[in-house]
């Protein structure tokens, strides 16, 4: 198996706002996310809980997936949220 690369989702504790991302690394990504590694809007926002992802074999895929999901409305991105996670429970435990 080779390596994969996610296209994942995180909110905050009471799921108002949204963050899409790709990376090759699922685990290690939240991690930062979760210590606020990096300044940004995913810092400044508490985006720390994980709601969504995809893995896929090429990071073009992953990459056009996430551009995809970005264009999409956020009605668009809840409903892709609630079709595969409908309690909005946080993954990470089980990436």
């Known amino acids: 198996m080779g390596?994969?690369?996610c296209v994942y989702i995180l909110t905050n504790a009471r799921n108002t706002v949204l963050y899409t991302g790709v990376t090759g690394d699922l685990v290690r990504r939240v991690e930062e996310h979760r210590a606020k590694a990096v300044p940004g809007f995913t810092a400044r926002y508490n985006l720390v809980k994980l709601v969504y992802f995809e893995a896929f074999e090429s990071p073009?895929?992953?990459?056009?997936?996430?551009?995809?999901?970005?264009?999409?409305?956020?009605?668009?991105?809840v409903r892709l949220v609630e079709s595969w996670n409908p309690e909005w429970r946080d993954l990470a435990e089980e990436i």
């Open 3 to 5: 390596k994969r690369y």
């Open 60 to 77: 073009g895929e992953a990459i056009a997936r996430e551009k995809q999901i970005k264009g999409g409305s956020r009605l668009r991105k």
